[in-house]
């Protein structure tokens, strides 16, 4: 039986971590095994792929990255039948010179300026891809990526965390971590993971919708949803 771990360390896959192992309310825990996330997967090996599939019971890959990221660097996991392949490209019509980021500055706080965005002009695409995750969990655990594993990835995540109740401060943690587990892969882009962009994200969607859950809820995303996210996340202890 695999071990639970905090990070996976793939030779060929950065940033890929479990979602589990966090406090959550009512003195839970989110459960290990049943969503990861991670940077993209363009260059894992067949049998990085096969350890996905045997030991981490991954049945489903969603893929948040741009039609243009997809084409550029696209993985084997998109042909492979053992896995449900799903696109959610939650920049929607977002271009990338649009986004308000500082991408000349070092580890940026004005990544808020991009999430803020996505908040409200891919109401839709965050919908779809809720409620994808809902039915891609019942079959098996789910990988979600982008390019980075940093910022769409991160913004999915504080959602799925946000549901089992886990607190901001460790929400801001896990988002901060990015910074230093992609470095390698990132020297070109040095925007980083400055805590404050997610610090001002969950802020922004108290301050509009009271909760990230009644963000979901706004967007219209089913209870019913919402609710197979939780259960398959929160473990009570």
Known sequence: MLAPMLRYPFKHIANF????????????MTRWGVFFRSADLSLATSEEMAFIYNEMNIRS???????????MCPDDFMADSRFTWLHHSILG??????????????????MFNFYKQMMERCQGEIKALMCDMAAAVKKGAVLFHCSAGKDRTGVTAMFLLSLCGVNDYDIVSQ???SRTLIAHIRKEDPTGSHYSNMEKLLA?????????????RHIGVPNAALKTLRDSLYMPL
């Open 17 to 28: 971590r479990d979602l589990g192992g966090l406090p959550a309310e009512n003195g839970g």
């Open 93 to 110: 019509t977002i271009g990338f010179d649009e986004t308000g980021i500082a991408t000349g500055e070092h580890d940026t706080p004005t």
């Open 61 to 71: 890959i969603i893929d948040l990255r741009a039609p243009i990221e997809v084409q």
């Open 175 to 177: 988002y901060e971590i």
């Open 204 to 216: 922004y969607l108290k301050a509009q919708y009271k909760t990230p859950t009644d963000y979901l």
